[in-house]
């Protein structure tokens, strides 16, 4: 796991068992994908997730462009409740997959205890579908 951010002001959601919690679904995902956690060397994909905080917009600027000359500027807006889970290019940084799940809680108690069903259908979409 590259790096995760919980943006919550909320101490329930805003700890380390969280995070452990999150980086344990987000790995047991990707292994049930077929990927596996590299531990020495440059792996193929990076991952960043971040759960969201109330009304708060993240800018993020990554390399686009031919050969990763050029940088693209995106703003993502987070709400409490929001995940999104990012992969990325390891040597260019680029990113390559990105979903946004999202529940409509209000109580961080109850986005924490369903934690494990955002990731989950965050990766209901990976791997793309090959375009024909």
């Known amino acids: 796991m590259e790096n995760g951010f919980v943006r919550s002001n909320n101490p329930s959601l805003n700890n380390d068992l969280v995070r ?4 344990a679904d987000i790995e047991r995902s990707l292994e049930e994908k077929g990927l596996s956690k590299v531990t020495s060397g440059i792996p193929d994909l990076t ?3 971040t759960l969201g905080t109330p009304r708060a917009v993240e800018t993020e600027v990554y390399p686009s462009g031919w050969r990763g000359w050029g940088s693209r500027v995106v703003k993502v807006p987070y709400t409490e ?3 999104v889970i ?6 260019t940084r680029s990113l390559i ?3 946004i799940a999202r529940d409509d809680q209000n109580d961080p108690s109850k986005i924490e205890a369903r934690l494990d069903n955002m990731v989950k259908k965050a990766f209901q979409k990976y791997p793309p579908k090959q375009k024909k």
């Open 47 to 49: 991952v960043r997730y």
């Open 97 to 99: 997959w990105r979903s």
């Open 20 to 23: 452990k919690k999150m980086n």
């Open 81 to 83: 409740g929001t995940l």
């Open 86 to 91: 990012d992969l990325r290019s390891p040597v």
